[in-house]
């Protein structure tokens, strides 16, 4: 039994709309957030263009938040890891929460997708 077959029978025993909390697509930074324990502080989020536009190795390392209206609006402070530097000297408030869409994780170059030619 390999990986793939595996991985369709549990998708087969959830149901059809996940809950937010089991949700891994992307979106608002505080969606996002509001998925794991403590609204997320510790974890490592990124903005999905930046793998996009093939910036590799960058995220926020999220240090405090502060979420209302169920996790969908808020602040979050973190540090910023920048091509696997951080450049953030001290805590700093991330921007473009609701603006840009966010995934949990770091962000890699878009994995090329894989033609089938007959």
């Known amino acids: 039994m390999n990986s793939a077959s595996v991985a369709a029978a549990f998708q087969k ?19 996002v957030l509001s998925r794991y324990a403590a609204d997320g502080v510790g974890r490592r989020v990124y903005q999905t ?4 536009k ?14 209302k209206n169920n ?5 979050a402070w973190g540090r910023l ?3 696997g530097k951080e450049v953030s000297l001290r805590e ?7 603006k840009y869409t966010w ?7 878009p994995t090329p997708t894989t033609l089938v030619v007959p």
């Open 13 to 31: 025993l959830l149901p059809k709309n996940l809950p937010p909390g089991l949700s891994t697509r992307p979106a608002n930074l505080y969606q």
């Open 49 to 52: 263009r930046w793998a996009t």
């Open 54 to 67: 093939g910036i590799t190795d960058c995220y926020w390392i999220v240090t405090r938040t502060s979420l």
């Open 71 to 75: 996790g969908t609006h808020g602040k």
């Open 81 to 83: 890891v920048w091509r």
């Open 92 to 98: 700093e408030r991330i921007r473009g929460g609701l």
């Open 103 to 109: 995934k949990n994780g770091v962000s890699g170059a």
